[in-house]
C-alpha cells in the first residue's frame, strides 16, 4: 500500500480530490516503477485538483505532472533499481496516474536520469516550470537572441515558470524585466535578478496592433492580452517564446509585428519533448542553478497539505515553486 492523492467525480461525492491509501496492484501499466521522494504543485496540477477546467479525462486519477525518485523496479535495460530519475510531461497527472504519491509507474521513455548534483528535491524544485523555463530561452537563443539583444521580458513573472525564467535568463547575462500583479513580490523578483519591474495591468488589457518598441524577447506564460501586447512591443527582428494561457487561450492580436517588424512567435510544448532532449536541458540546467537560487524560489509542502495549498495557488497566493514532500 502507499498513499496518494486521488481525484474521483461520481454521484454520491460529486467531483472530489483526497489523500488516501492505494493499492500498487492499482497502479496503471509501464515498465518502471518509482518510489517518489517528490512532487511539486503546478498550475495545471491545482486546475485538476480543483476542478476549475477539465484537466482530467478518466476516474480515478492520481494528479501531479512531475515527480522525483527512486527506481523500485524495472523491465527497461535503460533503468535499473536505485537510479535517482525525474519525469516531467506525457500526460502524467492528466491521462496517466501521476506524482502526487509515494508511488508511480509509467514507461522508460518518460524518465530522465537526475544530474549528479541535485538532489530529489532540488529537482523539483526547478521541476516543470523550470524545464520549460529552459525550453522558452532555449526557443529564443535559436532564433538569435543573445544578451546583447537586448532586455527579455518575462510574464507572470511571479510563478513558477515566470520565475525560473527571470533567474535563469539573469545567470545568463541578460537584463530581464518582471511582470507581475503582485507589487508585494518586488524585492523577490529582484531577488531573482530581474532589472525592472512591471505592473501587469499595463499589458493585459486590449492595446494598440504595433506599440513603442521596448524588449529584444519575450518569454510569455499567460496569453490573451498579455501575450499580444507583447508581441507588438517588441523590437524588430525580435522574438516571443509562449508557454502559457493563465489569462487565456485566446490570442487577440494582429499580424503587424510580424510583417512590420519580423518578429518569430514561438509555441513551446514541454509535454512531449524527446527523451534525449530532455536530459541535455536537464544538464543544461544543473549548469545554471544553486542552492541559494534554488532556495530562494520554493517552499515546501506534505502530501496531506497539498489539497489545501492546491486552492490557495487558484487564488494567487503562492509564489515560485512549491515543492511537495511525499515521503
Known sequence: MFRALVIND???EGYHCQLQDVDESQLPPGN????????TLNYKDALAISGKAPIIRSFPMVPGVDFAGTVSAS?????????????????VGERHWGGLAQRARVEAGWLV???????????MI???AGFTAMLCINALEKQGITPASGSIVVSGASGGVGGVAVSLLARLGYQ?????GRPQERDYLLQ??????????ELDKPGKP??????????????SHTLANLCASVMHGGAVAACGNAQGMDFPASVAPFILRGITLTGVDSVTVPQAQRQHVWQQLAGLVDDALLESLSDECTLDEAVDRAHQLMAGEIRGRLVVKCR
Open 32 to 39: 518502471v516503477t518509482v518510489d517518489i521522494d517528490y512532487s
Open 113 to 123: 536520469k537526475q544530474p549528479d548534483n541535485f538532489s530529489a528535491r532540488q529537482a
Open 176 to 180: 530581464v524585466s518582471a511582470v507581475t
Open 192 to 201: 531573482l535578478g530581474a532589472a525592472e519591474i512591471i505592473d501587469r495591468s
Open 126 to 128: 526547478i521541476g516543470t
Open 210 to 223: 504595433l506599440q513603442k518598441a521596448r524588449w529584444a524577447a519575450a518569454i510569455d506564460t499567460v496569453g
Open 10 to 12: 461520481n454521484e454520491a
Open 75 to 91: 523491465d527497461d535495460a535503460t533503468f535499473a533499481p536505485g537510479d535517482k530519475v525525474i519525469l516531467t510531461g506525457w500526460g
